[in-house]
């Protein structure tokens, strides 16, 4: 009858779920209904889901079919009538009763979601069964836990969370209490899934419960949490951006978060100024309504003695205008009559008027005054000012800037500095030297110098399409510097100031195309490296000294850290060296190094220097200049010496590191850091960083292949990396670990994981492999082209002369295999550079890396484990003996407690699962019986740890085993458990020791 009359289907099942049925014909039951699941009737699905899960024999092979099976939209279809809408929420509410009521389906569709390796193999209904299982089970942590890794290993993509908001809307809207509670607890977490989930409920829900997802971003921006405040205020940014008029009604929320200006940062309040002047300005008439209590708000600040609220009251002026300007751009680009210039006279004048406000209130503080000129940059870059704006911007500026900081050189060349063009009649220099002498002179106060020109250049280029010709002169014109007998500080002050105005000139021309032009780039590039280190070899003998702020949207900065080393007596026939001084004063003059230089009492530790807050950012475009490669002869023009090029890649991974990477965060943290020096840099999303890094990709590569060449070349032995007779060697082997490790950073971006975005990784790859050879690969397969790039980028293992650029090659490569299918390759790679000889002092971060990845990317970690344990076969012998036994024992411990995790869930046979415990359980003994030989807190502290993890998991997966096993297999148990015991006596030892020894940090780890 089932099979005859499918309209009685409901009925027939639902009188079959109430009988006692055989098992055998129970399963066969199932079996016919999971498979008619597919091509079902959607008002039949909830009693066919309500039969199959009232009626599991096992759990984890039913839920993996219905995962498989059941499909809301089976013919593909984006949009859902509201009849099928009431049958899709009918049946999520079945499997809500039945995961309600037996726990071990609700864990067995969860094992099932975390072992789906494809984000291909995801369906919205794992979403979906997820927010249901949230909303009833009492390990609500798990599911959060669960999420954060999928959303972590890219496999819960936004477009899976669109599909399953668009397609499931009134499902979201029945458990949008549930989805808000998951969206609150994702916000602790790095990933912006979190983020993306607010995003599509405020979409998707109407009324009070839209109004809920605001108030739980507001709540998150008042939560005093950087991370959280950072995210809330994202997400808020993007809906008022996109829909403005949708989020207008709950302007009165985004106002009140002005009373939580004691936890915003100067970044902040830009975010939540946008906010707040797009609605008033984009809102209609519901937002129109906020205008004046902002703009009473701004004269407010402005008008204060406070320099925060000074510098509060001109981050919202600029958003005011930014706001205006696009209102603006957007009704001219409306179809329509063009606006007449009386139309747009009131706007224009409003934001004129804002903006000589801001100015007149700040002249008398630069650190405000500075801030205006930045934010207004910003502004002044995205090109939706009204011309007439700009025009005044740019005429108010030049007469600003030529006024206080340019002077004619005339009776002043000796104490010109850097000078790149022959000086004639009527020639500018900059007027460094006496603004800092006379910085008592607030309105032309030498703070402002870079902001100004910053602004006066991105409005020339804005208006003259992108010509520098009205201020190329300042490019090569020379530096007045203060007097060779100033004070130290005063000479300090002033290098700060110049290494900042080379920042802005090089961020300036770095984009013309004029070979001259290109030449003086690349040698203020060389001058701010060179200051750079004259600075820092300054410093210790200027106790206290903080420089001048350059990043003036940070509210505090951190001084700068300087360690002195003991005081001894100078090496025989050293001397007082001195900074090195040319003709035109490229170099500090020697009168001022002998004041400020003494080196041989002061050491500075490396690395030791915060820089940040007070260097101007340098922009993407100046990572450009990289066509011009290495060279290694000092004193060159045509390119950048080794140690030069690696300054410029640091800044790029830093850079790259900042806007791409998802580093790990503590959850708890209130206060972070936040690294200042990326404010230009924010402005621009992943997608196009990703974009620009294309073009330079090129370069980048052929710097890899000049720094292999140079090793093979020079025939260096990673034993000889560090000899004091091959300096360049050790810079080199920098660079090329730099280089490879900004490669990893973009290659591991989640984003190319996302549809939108599958040609970006296309062409990253297709530029790897053509270096390769000419190729038909143009619009290759990504798998075919992953597999070009990993050959090429393997060659360069031979050239490898040191650990760090070692770990950073295999790093990128294990990234590539995944995405190459090239993984056993990895493992070999990693293996050839365990067994390699390196130098005593070499990394040990670089160590445990290797080993993690030799034994990751194996394809039975447990051999691999057996054959690293196994001292008398094993080839890794070199490797063990220079490792730390902490290190050693830790890693081997954490692919142990993986490897017993995973065999909990194996489906293999009782006898091979047998095999694989044995296995596992000697290994274990193997790795404690090398803590016992050791006993040093840190490994006692290792086997503590991961000790019970591994015993968890065997209880909970080998004993069933054992148990099933025994009496076929008496001998074999008993030899394991033996084995076993001896394992945990020594873990009770260890417990009881430090118990005894107090060590608090050891009895933390004790069950």
């Given at each position: 009858?089932?099979?005859?009359?499918?309209?009685?289907?409901?009925?027939?099942?639902?009188?079959?779920?109430?009988?006692?049925?055989?098992?055998?014909?129970?399963?066969?039951?199932?079996?016919?209904?999971?498979?008619?699941?597919?091509?079902?009737?959607?008002?039949?699905?909830?009693?066919?889901?309500?039969?199959?899960?009232?009626?599991?024999?096992?759990?984890?092979?039913?839920?993996?079919?219905?995962?498989?099976?059941?499909?809301?939209?089976?013919?593909?279809?984006?949009?859902?009538?509201?009849?099928?809408?009431?049958?899709?929420?009918?049946?999520?509410?079945?499997?809500?009763?039945?995961?309600?009521?037996?726990?071990?389906?609700?864990?067995?569709?969860?094992?099932?979601?975390?072992?789906?390796?494809?984000?291909?193999?995801?369906?919205?209904?794992?979403?979906?069964?997820?927010?249901?299982?949230?909303?009833?089970?009492?390990?609500?942590?798990?599911?959060?836990?669960?999420?954060?890794?999928?959303?972590?290993?890219?496999?819960?993509?936004?477009?899976?969370?669109?599909?399953?908001?668009?397609?499931?809307?009134?499902?979201?809207?029945?458990?949008?209490?549930?989805?808000?509670?998951?969206?609150?607890?994702?916000?602790?977490?790095?990933?912006?899934?979190?983020?993306?989930?607010?995003?599509?409920?405020?979409?998707?829900?109407?009324?009070?419960?839209?109004?809920?997802?605001?108030?739980?971003?507001?709540?998150?921006?008042?939560?005093?949490?950087?991370?959280?405040?950072?995210a809330a205020l994202s997400v808020l940014t993007h809906l008022v951006q996109e829909h403005p008029r949708t989020?207008?009604?709950?302007?009165?929320?985004?106002?009140?978060?002005?009373?939580?200006?004691?936890?915003?940062?100067?970044?902040?309040?830009?975010?939540?100024?946008?906010?707040?002047?797009?609605?008033?300005?984009?809102?209609?008439?519901?937002?129109?309504?906020?205008?004046?209590?902002?703009?009473?708000?701004?004269?407010?600040?402005?008008?204060?003695?406070?320099?925060?609220?000074?510098?509060?009251?001109?981050?919202?002026?600029?958003?005011?205008?930014?706001?205006?300007?696009?209102?603006?751009?957007?009704?001219?680009?409306?179809?329509?009559?063009?606006?007449?210039?009386?139309?747009?006279?009131?706007?224009?004048?409003?934001?004129?008027?804002?903006?000589?406000?801001?100015?007149?209130?700040?002249?008398?503080?630069?650190?405000?005054?500075?801030?205006?000129?930045?934010?207004?940059?910003?502004?002044?870059?995205?090109?939706?000012?009204?011309?007439?704006?700009?025009?005044?911007?740019?005429?108010?500026?030049?007469?600003?800037?030529?006024?206080?900081?340019?002077?004619?050189?005339?009776?002043?060349?000796?104490?010109?500095?850097?000078?790149?063009?022959?000086?004639?009649?009527?020639?500018?220099?900059?007027?460094?030297?006496?603004?800092?002498?006379?910085?008592?002179?607030?309105?032309?106060?030498?703070?402002?110098?870079?902001?100004?020109?910053?602004?006066?250049?991105?409005?020339?280029?804005?208006?003259?399409?992108?010509?520098?010709?009205?201020?190329?002169?300042?490019?090569?014109?020379?530096?007045?510097?203060?007097?060779?007998?100033?004070?130290?500080?005063?000479?300090?002050?002033?290098?700060?100031?110049?290494?900042?105005?080379?920042?802005?000139?090089?961020?300036?021309?770095?984009?013309?195309g004029d070979s001259s032009i290109r030449e003086k780039v690349v040698d203020r590039i060389k001058r701010i490296?060179?200051?750079?280190?004259?600075?820092?070899?300054?410093?210790?003998?200027?106790?206290?000294?903080?420089?001048?702020?350059?990043?003036?949207?940070?509210?505090?900065?951190?001084?700068?850290?300087?360690?002195?080393?003991?005081?001894?007596?100078?090496?025989?026939?050293?001397?007082?060296?001195?900074?090195?001084?040319?003709?035109?004063?490229?170099?500090?003059?020697?009168?001022?190094?002998?004041?400020?230089?003494?080196?041989?009492?002061?050491?500075?530790?490396?690395?030791?220097?915060?820089?940040?807050?007070?260097?101007?950012?340098?922009?993407?475009?100046?990572?450009?200049?990289?066509?011009?490669?290495?060279?290694?002869?000092?004193?060159?023009?045509?390119?950048?010496?080794?140690?030069?090029?690696?300054?410029?890649?640091?800044?790029?991974?830093?850079?790259?590191?900042?806007?791409?990477?998802?580093?790990?965060?503590?959850?708890?943290?209130?206060?972070?850091?936040?690294?200042?020096?990326?404010?230009?840099?924010?402005?621009?999303?992943?997608?196009?960083?990703?974009?620009?890094?294309?073009?330079?990709?090129?370069?980048?590569?052929?710097?890899?292949?000049?720094?292999?060449?140079?090793?093979?070349?020079?025939?260096?032995?990673?034993?000889?990396?560090?000899?004091?007779?091959?300096?360049?060697?050790?810079?080199?082997?920098?660079?090329?670990?730099?280089?490879?490790?900004?490669?990893?950073?973009?290659?591991?971006?989640?984003?190319?994981?996302?549809?939108?975005?599958?040609?970006?990784?296309?062409?990253?790859?297709?530029?790897?492999?053509?270096?390769?050879?000419?190729?038909?690969?143009?619009?290759?397969?990504?798998?075919?082209?992953?597999?070009?790039?990993?050959?090429?980028?393997?060659?360069?293992?031979?050239?490898?002369?040191?650990?760090?650029?070692?770990?950073?090659?295999?790093?990128?490569?294990?990234?590539?295999?995944?995405?190459?299918?090239?993984?056993?390759?990895?493992?070999?790679?990693?293996?050839?550079?365990?067994?390699?000889?390196?130098?005593?002092?070499?990394?040990?971060?670089?160590?445990?890396?290797?080993?993690?990845?030799?034994?990751?990317?194996?394809?039975?970690?447990?051999?691999?484990?057996?054959?690293?344990?196994?001292?008398?076969?094993?080839?890794?012998?070199?490797?063990?003996?220079?490792?730390?036994?902490?290190?050693?024992?830790?890693?081997?411990?954490?692919?142990?407690?993986?490897?017993?995790?995973?065999?909990?869930?194996?489906?293999?046979?009782?006898?091979?699962?047998?095999?694989?415990?044995?296995?596992?359980?000697?290994?274990?003994?193997?790795?404690?019986?090398?803590?016992?030989?050791?006993?040093?807190?840190?490994?006692?502290?290792?086997?503590?740890?991961?000790?019970?993890?591994?015993?968890?998991?065997?209880?909970?997966?080998?004993?069933?085993?054992?148990?099933?096993?025994f009496k076929s297999c008496p001998m074999e148990v008993q030899a394991l458990l033996k084995n076993l015991q001896?394992?945990?006596?020594?873990?009770?030892?260890?417990?009881?020791?430090?118990?005894?020894?107090?060590?608090?940090?050891?009895?933390?780890?004790?069950?």
């Amino acid at each position: 009858l089932l099979c005859e009359n499918t309209e009685e289907t409901p009925a027939i099942l639902e009188a079959l779920g109430n009988l006692y049925m055989d098992t055998t014909l129970v399963i066969e039951m199932q079996t016919r209904v999971l498979s008619s699941l597919k091509s079902a009737d959607v008002a039949h699905l909830p009693m066919l889901v309500k039969y199959v899960l009232n009626n599991v024999t096992s759990q984890d092979s039913v839920v993996s079919s219905l995962r498989e099976s059941l499909d809301f939209c089976p013919l593909g279809n984006t949009a859902t009538s509201k009849t099928e809408e009431d049958y899709q929420l009918l049946t999520v509410n079945e499997i809500k009763n039945s995961v309600r009521f037996d726990k071990r389906i609700g864990e067995a569709w969860c094992r099932a979601i975390e072992n789906t390796r494809s984000p291909s193999e995801h369906k919205p209904l794992d979403l979906i069964f997820l927010v249901v299982w949230y909303s009833v089970c009492q390990r609500q942590k798990a599911v959060e836990l669960l999420v954060r890794s999928k959303a972590r290993q890219g496999h819960f993509t936004p477009s899976l969370l669109a599909v399953m908001f668009n397609n499931h809307g009134q499902v979201m809207r029945a458990y949008a209490g549930t989805v808000l509670q998951l969206a609150q607890a994702l916000m602790w977490c790095t990933e912006p899934f979190g983020s993306h989930l607010y995003k599509r409920a405020f979409l998707c829900f109407e009324g009070s419960m839209r109004q809920e997802v605001v108030v739980n971003l507001v709540t998150h921006v008042g939560s005093g949490i950087t991370s959280q405040m950072d995210a809330a205020l994202s997400v808020l940014t993007h809906l008022v951006q996109e829909h403005p008029r949708t989020v207008a009604p709950f302007g009165a929320f985004f106002k009140s978060m002005l009373d939580f200006v004691h936890n915003l940062g100067l970044y902040q309040f830009r975010s939540l100024f946008t906010l707040i002047a797009t609605v008033a300005y984009r809102g209609g008439s519901e937002g129109g309504m906020f205008r004046d209590e902002f703009h009473v708000y701004i004269h407010k600040m402005l008008s204060s003695f406070c320099p925060r609220s000074q510098r509060v009251g001109v981050v919202g002026a600029l958003m005011a205008v930014q706001a205006m300007a696009t209102m603006n751009s957007r009704e001219n680009n409306e179809p329509g009559p063009v606006n007449s210039s009386v139309t747009l006279a009131p706007a224009l004048q409003e934001a004129i008027e804002l903006l000589e406000l801001c100015r007149s209130s700040t002249l008398a503080a630069p650190h405000a005054l500075g801030l205006f000129y930045d934010e207004l940059s910003r502004v002044v870059v995205l090109k939706q000012l009204h011309h007439r704006v700009k025009a005044w911007i740019g005429d108010t500026m030049i007469t600003d800037f030529q006024d206080n900081y340019v002077v004619d050189v005339d009776g002043m060349s000796s104490e010109l500095r850097f000078g790149l063009d022959n000086l004639p009649d009527g020639a500018i220099a900059l007027n460094l030297g006496h603004l800092v002498e006379a910085e008592q002179s607030t309105t032309s106060s030498a703070l402002t110098l870079c902001p100004l020109f910053r602004l006066l250049r991105v409005t020339e280029q804005v208006l003259h399409g992108d010509s520098l010709e009205a201020v190329d002169a300042l490019l090569g014109c020379p530096v007045l510097f203060p007097r060779s007998d100033s004070a130290k500080t005063l000479t300090c002050t002033a290098t700060f100031y110049c290494i900042n105005w080379f920042r802005e000139l090089v961020n300036g021309f770095c984009g013309t195309g004029d070979s001259s032009i290109r030449e003086k780039v690349v040698d203020r590039i060389k001058r701010i490296i060179e200051l750079q280190n004259c600075v820092e070899k300054w410093l210790p003998a200027i106790p206290g000294y903080v420089p001048p702020l350059a990043v003036l949207d940070v509210d505090s900065a951190r001084p700068l850290t300087v360690v002195a080393a003991k005081r001894g007596k100078p090496a025989k026939g050293s001397k007082k060296r001195k900074l090195s001084s040319e003709e035109n004063g490229a170099h500090c003059s020697e009168e001022k190094s002998d004041e400020l230089e003494d080196t041989d009492s002061c050491h500075v530790t490396e690395g030791k220097f915060y820089w940040s807050p007070y260097v101007r950012e340098f922009d993407l475009g100046v990572f450009e200049v990289l066509c011009m490669g290495l060279q290694y002869k000092e004193g060159g023009t045509t390119g950048f010496s080794p140690k030069e090029m690696l300054f410029l890649l640091d800044d790029l991974n830093a850079k790259l590191d900042h806007s791409l990477s998802t580093g790990k965060r503590l959850p708890f943290k209130d206060k972070e850091i936040v690294e200042p020096g990326f404010s230009n840099l924010a402005s621009q999303s992943p997608c196009n960083i990703i974009i620009f890094f294309l073009r330079i990709l090129p370069h980048l590569l052929s710097i890899l292949e000049e720094t292999s060449s140079y090793f093979q070349l020079h025939d260096v032995e990673p034993t000889s990396i560090e000899e004091v007779s091959a300096e360049n060697n050790k810079d080199v082997s920098l660079c090329m670990a730099r280089l490879l490790t900004i490669l990893h950073c973009v290659l591991a971006w989640n984003g190319f994981d996302s549809p939108d975005h599958r040609d970006l990784l296309r062409e990253m790859l297709r530029t790897i492999s053509s270096r390769v050879g000419s190729t038909q690969l143009t619009q290759g397969h990504v798998l075919q082209l992953g597999r070009r790039s990993f050959s090429y980028l393997s060659a360069f293992v031979d050239s490898v002369c040191d650990l760090e650029s070692g770990a950073a090659l295999v790093r990128l490569l294990s990234c590539l295999a995944h995405r190459a299918e090239m993984e056993p390759c990895v493992q070999d790679i990693a293996r050839r550079f365990l067994c390699r000889d390196w130098p005593p002092r070499s990394s040990t971060a670089a160590l445990q890396m290797l080993l993690n990845t030799f034994l990751s990317e194996s394809p039975s970690v447990l051999k691999a484990l057996e054959d690293i344990v196994d001292e008398e076969s094993s080839d890794l012998r070199g490797f063990l003996n220079r490792c730390s036994p902490s290190i050693y024992c830790k890693t081997l411990f954490i692919q142990l407690v993986d490897c017993a995790k995973a065999l909990s869930f194996d489906t293999s046979s009782e006898d091979r699962q047998l095999e694989k415990w044995n296995l596992a359980v000697a290994i274990f003994h193997k790795v404690l019986t090398t803590v016992k030989n050791d006993a040093v807190r840190a490994n006692l502290s290792a086997a503590l740890r991961f000790g019970r993890f591994f015993l968890e998991h065997f209880l909970r997966g080998g004993m069933p085993v054992l148990d099933a096993q025994f009496k076929s297999c008496p001998m074999e148990v008993q030899a394991l458990l033996k084995n076993l015991q001896q394992g945990t006596r020594f873990l009770q030892h260890a417990c009881g020791h430090s118990k005894v020894m107090k060590d608090v940090g050891l009895t933390g780890q004790v069950p």
